[in-house]
């Protein structure tokens, strides 16, 4: 157990020191794309090329996962990070910048899957919830110094932030392959048996809404958070260290409640409940966000909303680490897969609805994250009958 707790503690700094990498880029985005003339569409469209490599490659990637080994996929996947970061540092053209977001998709559909799969190997269903907690903690305190360094690294050069991510991403790799050892694969026999194969799996009772609620919740997300950073910019004057200002302390606040309450809230509330609480909270604060003017009322709304982003992600992935049995990997890409869908649409109608009305894009992440705790009244959790109903039928 102590060995398992030394694995995860090296796993989740080598995703602290990723995400450290990528938080670094967030303030100085603004920036660049005012330097090139780029519009907000544009930045929807080139948010949404990151998100669509991650989609075409998530189920293969899920699959390799389990096929090859965790490692070998977080090793590539933090390497093809590192290419993409240098490869955006070092662009002048639209062209150069569209590539390097692909090649950042290909890098997460590559990790995410992976470090799930990891982490519920080296688990059980009673401490899973503790560790995903943990994990989406690393990768907001990542967010949390990365913009903090970010925006004061562009007082440097607007293209620096870019070379430290690259850096980040290259330690992150070489950590992996000296600290990591593949882990051995064991579940529980309260895990749910896989009847289903291939991609039929995804419409299964017990995966199907979950999915949903993820597409149409990230739809929503991914509208918000691709363009709060050009919202800020432009309708409020923000600078890059009012930008980093903001994101870090709402990813502190996260970091907190992922860490001192995530557990317990799953405890009491169970995923499917805390998963619509957090969509609530958020959807609620998202369409304020629109009518805020102070500069502290900005900073706490932005701190609140990000810490419901905070706790529905690892909620949904501890549902579905759940019941994913022996499949951890197909379960992670597809979790993966989905996001994805929702990410290439989100920043896609959201830019084109920002360059029309900047309170555009928050309107209509107010409307997709409605629809998506209207999925969570009709989702429920799957008792030990529904397994065998579920058996019999597959």
Do not use: C
């Not at 490599?53 to 390497?79: E, H, N, T, W």
């Not at 998963?275 to 009322?297: D, F, N, W």
Request: hydrophobic share 55%; glycine share 10%; proline share 4%.
């Amino acid at each position: 157990m102590q060995n398992n707790k030394l694995i995860l503690g090296t796993l989740l700094l080598n995703l602290f020191i990723a995400f450290l990498g990528i938080g670094l880029v967030i303030p100085v985005t603004p920036t660049i794309m005012n330097e090139l003339n780029i519009s907000g569409s544009t930045v929807g469209y080139m948010v949404s090329a990151f998100a669509f490599a991650q989609l075409v490659l998530s189920p293969l990637a899920g699959r390799a996962v389990d096929k090859y080994g965790r490692k070998p996929m977080i090793i590539i996947g933090l390497f093809i990070f590192s290419m993409s970061e240098l490869l955006f540092g070092l662009g002048q053209s639209v062209e150069v910048l569209f590539a390097s977001r692909i090649l950042g998709g290909v890098s997460a559909a590559f990790i995410m899957p992976a470090v799930t799969a990891f982490i519920a190997d080296i688990t059980t269903n009673e401490t899973r919830p503790k560790a995903l907690g943990y994990m989406s903690a690393a990768i907001s305190t990542g967010f949390i110094i990365g913009p903090g360094i970010g925006g004061f690294l562009a007082d440097i050069g607007t293209r620096v932030p870019f070379f430290f991510a690259a850096a980040f991403g290259l330690t992150a790799m070489i950590l992996s392959v000296f600290t990591l050892r593949e882990p051995e694969r064991h579940y529980e026999q309260t895990t749910i048996p896989q009847q289903k194969t291939g991609f039929r799996k995804v419409f299964s009772p017990l995966y199907f809404i979950a999915f949903m609620v993820l597409l149409i919740s990230s739809f929503g997300l991914a509208s918000f958070e691709s363009l709060f950073a050009l919202f800020v910019d432009r309708k409020f004057g923000f600078t890059a260290k009012d930008i980093a200002l903001a994101i870090s302390l709402g990813a502190i606040v996260g970091v907190i409640v992922q860490v001192g309450l995530f557990e317990r809230l799953t405890r009491w509330f169970g995923e499917i409940r805390l998963i619509r609480y957090s969509l609530i909270g958020s959807t609620l604060l998202v369409l304020v966000m629109t009518y805020v003017t102070s500069y502290l009322a900005i900073i706490l709304v932005t701190m609140v909303v990000f810490v419901g982003f905070d706790l529905m992600r690892p909620a949904v992935t501890t549902y579905l680490s759940k019941i994913a049995g022996n499949e951890q990997g197909f379960v992670g890409g597809m979790n993966s897969m989905f996001t994805s869908i929702g990410n290439i649409l989100g920043p896609i109608i959201g830019g084109i609805l920002f360059d029309v009305d900047l309170n555009y894009p928050f309107y209509f992440a107010t409307v997709m994250l409605a629809i998506g705790i209207a999925l969570t009244f009709v989702w429920r959790e799957q008792q030990p009958a529904d397994l065998t109903a579920e058996q019999k039928t597959s």
